[in-house]
């Protein structure tokens, strides 16, 4: 099933076009932490021909624990990843949480990504429309596919028509996540294009006690199934050594294995029926 595009840059996602790549580390660690992976990934991306989305978080807001670590902060994350921006030339997609930072995150960011716990919140989805930027927005875990047409409407009543929809697991039982690949066809029903987040559907949510916890080996094959089941986008956080990132280690993509992951990426979407 075909959806509308949505241009990012000089990057349209949906439609007849390549699946694109949202991709970098869960969290802004450090600047120059932040560069290096962003200009790492993109000559990855580029060798493929893969269009390429650079995701970072300036702050995770929802951590399991108080003590977790949340980012450098808006101000001195807005301004690695304009860096970045401005430096790479590519796209720019992160999380904002609250209202008062819609404003300064749009000046500088391309995607604005609602997280998935705060997917019903009508006023931060609503002022995140109103900038005319496009809106990613990630289905609660706690929500049906056909749910996501509340969502749909909440960000065109806002005035844009400019959305993503991410799918990123559901919840199955306690601190479990499962993927039913039914909801990407179903959501691309409401014409708008759909990603897959391939690094929170394999997530343990407060698995670890005071953290979060997730099996990473399943991040690849749940990628490609994504992409057969007509997926516009994947999003798949990567790090260098993932064993030691200072958020979401378990379930993100070793660097390392994004160029053969993105191999085989491509060798399927060009035999998949989209």
Known sequence: MKTRDVKVGSIKIGGDNPVVLIAGPCVIESEASALRHAKRIKNIAKKFKVPFIYKSSFD????????????????????????????????????????????KASGVIDIIQIPAFLSRQTDLIIDAARTGMTINIKKGQFLAPWDVGNIIEKVEAGGSKKILITERGTSFGYNTLISDFRSIPIMKRFGYPVV??????????????????????????LAMASVVCGADAVFIEVHEDPDNALSDGPNMLSLKSLESFLKKLKRLEEIAVR
Do not use: W
Request: glycine share 12%; aromatic share 4%; hydrophobic share 30%.
């Open 196 to 221: 897959f987040d391939a690094t929170h559907s394999i997530q343990a949510p407060g698995g670890m006690g005071n953290r979060s916890g997730g099996d990473r080996e399943f991040v690849e094959p």
């Open 60 to 103: 995770k807001a929802n951590r399991t624990s108080v003590h977790s670590y949340r980012g450098p902060g808006i101000d001195k994350g807005l301004k690695i990843l304009g860096r970045i921006k401005k430096e790479l030339k590519i796209p720019i997609l992160s999380d904002v949480h609250c209202r008062q930072d819609v404003k």
